[in-house]
């Protein structure tokens, strides 16, 4: 199964399953914060729950390009395999835990075994999909973390009918569950551009050094445009994850176990349609002009600067929503195009790698905006504090338009 044609497209399924749990897993305790302050009082004030989402994404931004340095050199199927079974583990330590600082612990713990995933199987994917078909398998293997998210949005649901341990507790089996399925199915591709004769002669000319690695990619100006250009909507993106549902439950005066659904759901099938139409439109262009996968993403960064206007000033249903779907199909569009945007300028070898830093560099962002957005909701300024992300994110666009010219779409 593993030489078939049709194994590439497997891997993509699998991985979707695991891309859904790692955002399922992070993402419902955002709209569990009513049930659990029941018990952890501490988690009544939104500087202290702000305080809680952040240091789980800046464990994860400092954890993100070792893992990816890791993903590099290690066989990535066990790095995801043990990956899984450790933030499942922690899921559903969340359902014991008593006090406050139990919870920051098993959220930090998330961080650092959720980081390992991501640069090892988005690397993955673009190592059995090449051309034709890679901002698509990116683009599908993405819906799987939107699946995730709007099922973590039904967390205050699930709670209310139940309760907040119980709700942990299952969702921990079912990730640990799948780590055993992965283990039988999910097997590495190791990418060899040299013919076997000279790899033997040259046995480390494949295998680059630590050091050497982040030089190349720190020295390639490139990839610092990318930077920026991933990391300033990182800021709406992870705004949208944490704050969207206390903004929908402000804004639309509901209680969170209906604007939790709702704000993710709307979230995530909208960035499901936004795949559908970014990744086949991205493959489909580069195939005629090599800035087609940079056009496309521009489109999906535009769409997203009108409707973080409207989701920070608007106050009925159809405006707050609207937005919502606007965001969602733009940030699809741009989401499906990043790997496959960061394979025309970095080789093979250090994808992971880079995609590792670029991880850094977003979640710090996400971990300063979330932080930030907790103060601005004590003092009843959040959805100012969304509008404004509109301005950053059309710096972001301008640079990239400018400064990204690829020159080939698979850099070897």
């Known amino acids: 199964m593993k030489n078939s044609k049709i194994y590439p497209w497997i891997v993509v399924g699998l991985l979707w399953g695991v891309a859904l749990l790692n955002y399922m897993d992070r993402q419902m305790l955002s709209t569990m914060k009513d049930a659990m302050q029941v018990d952890i009082v501490e988690l009544q004030s939104a500087t202290n729950f702000g305080y809680l989402m952040a240091i789980f994404l800046w464990i994860y931004a400092l954890m993100s390009p070792v893992s990816g340095v890791i993903a590099d050199r290690l066989n990535r199927k066990w790095l995801i395999v043990g990956s899984l079974f450790v933030w499942s583990s922690v899921t559903y330590l ?36 090449t051309g034709k078909s890679r ?7 993405m819906t799987g973390l939107y699946t995730g998210q709007a099922i973590g949005g039904f967390g205050a649901t699930v709670a209310d009918a139940f309760s907040w341990h119980t709700t942990f507790h299952w969702f921990g089996i079912i990730g640990i569950a799948y780590a055993v399925i992965l283990m039988l199915f999910l097997h590495d591709k190791k990418t060899e551009i040299l013919p076997t004769e000279k790899l033997q002669a040259n046995p480390q000319k494949e295998k680059e050094s630590v050091f050497t690695s982040l030089k190349s990619l720190l020295t390639n100006v490139a990839f610092w445009v990318i930077l920026l250009y991933f990391a300033a909507p990182s800021l709406p993106r992870w705004a949208t994850k944490n704050w969207l549902p206390t ?33 086949p439109l991205s493959d489909k262009w580069v195939q005629k002009n090599l800035r087609g996968r940079v056009y496309t993403g521009a489109i999906g960064l535009g769409l997203t600067i009108p409707s973080l206007l409207l989701l920070g000033f608007g106050h009925n249903l159809v405006a707050v929503v609207g937005a919502g779907l606007l965001f969602g199909i733009g940030y699809g569009i741009f989401d499906t195009n990043n790997m496959p945007i960061l ?24 971990a300063f905006i979330t932080h930030l957005l907790g103060r601005w909701g004590d003092s009843g ?10 301005i950053v994110v059309a710096i972001a666009l301008g640079v990239q338009l400018y400064f990204l010219r690829p020159k080939t779409d698979n850099m070897e």
């Not at 969340?94 to 980081?115: D, H, P």
């Not at 759901?265 to 960035?271: G, P």
């Not at 093979?348 to 995609?355: L, W």
């Not at 300024?381 to 509109?390: E, I, Q, R, T």
């Open 94 to 129: 969340m359902g014991i835990a008593e006090t406050f600082n139990q919870v920051v612990w098993l959220r930090a713990l998330m961080g650092v075994s959720e980081a390992l995933y991501i640069p090892a199987g988005l690397s993955l994917i673009a190592d059995y999909h």
């Open 135 to 141: 901002s698509l398998a990116v683009g599908i293997h």
């Open 247 to 279: 903004l929908f439950a402000e804004n639309l005066d509901l209680p969170m176990s209906q604007a939790g659904p709702i704000s993710t759901i709307t979230i995530a099938v909208s960035s499901f349609i936004g795949v559908l139409i970014g990744g």
């Open 343 to 366: 394979c025309q300028f970095v080789s093979h070898k250090q994808r992971a790698t880079a995609y590792g830093v670029m991880n850094m560099i977003g979640v710090s962002a996400g």
């Open 381 to 390: 300024n959040l959805g100012v504090g969304f509008a404004m992300l509109a």
